[in-house]
């Protein structure tokens, strides 16, 4: 079964540019979730779809990062402008569908630079 | 906040058992207790998850208390591969915010 993919795998822009990343979930999956990780911390989530619905997004920087989840399989991410502060691994997971009882499913990450 | 307590580092010899504790106290009846690891430079992998009895799987066991307050994640002999950061997370039954605290750093030793 294949994973989480995820692409590019490492990205460096300048401040105040813009960036996206894409996110193919495992097959079938219906929850699909972004993370931000920044060194030293654990991951923190982002956003969390159901399907192409939305189900939270409570600490997505709106002004600056939007997602979308078109046809509910494939996800992009996108940040624009970045700040420095928006260094960091962003991690795209799935699941089967929400529930403590059902396993979340990472890819390796997207790194990201912003000098 | 993360609802889970973990030390922040723990050391290991290689080929010996390995317990990293979890604490937990406000957990709710219906809260799965998850635990991933993610080594350098990947996404956090599943280890093991539970709800009440305790757990074995080809990874590891999850020892859960009677109260459910706390848990242990045991890897019965540690190799030098099982260096990572563990992430001890609470899963509710209906959503599944898993919110990640900053993990114990585990170490093993040669």
């Known amino acids: 079964e294949a994973g989480v993919a995820q692409s590019p795998r490492y990205k460096i822009i300048e401040k105040r540019q813009s960036v996206a990343f894409w996110c193919n979930p495992i097959s079938g999956h219906a929850t699909l979730y972004w993370y931000q990780q920044i060194l030293g911390q654990g991951p923190k989530l982002l956003i969390q779809f159901q399907n192409n619905g939305v189900v939270d997004d409570s600490q997505l920087p709106k002004d600056r990062f939007s997602a979308e989840r078109l046809k509910g399989v494939d996800s992009t991410l996108k940040i624009q402008p970045a700040k420095l502060e928006d260094s960091a691994v962003y991690l795209c997971?799935?699941?089967?569908?929400?529930?403590?009882?059902?396993?979340?499913?990472f890819g390796e990450g997207s790194w990201l630079t912003v000098v | 906040d993360a609802k889970t307590t973990q030390p922040n580092s723990m050391e290991s010899n290689e080929e010996e058992p390995v317990h990293l504790p979890c604490n937990h106290s406000t957990i709710s009846g219906t809260d799965y207790i998850h635990w991933y690891r993610q080594l350098p430079s990947q996404g956090p992998e599943y280890v093991i998850h539970g709800l009440t009895s305790n757990v074995n799987n080809r990874m590891a066991s999850l020892a859960i208390a009677e109260d459910r307050k706390s848990s242990t994640l045991i890897l019965h002999r540690a190799t030098l591969r099982d260096a990572a950061v563990y992430y001890c997370i609470l899963g509710p039954f209906y959503g599944q915010n898993f919110v990640f605290g900053p993990g114990t750093r585990l170490s093993v030793l040669p």
């Open positions: 997971a799935s699941s089967p569908d929400p529930g403590g009882r059902n396993t979340i499913y």
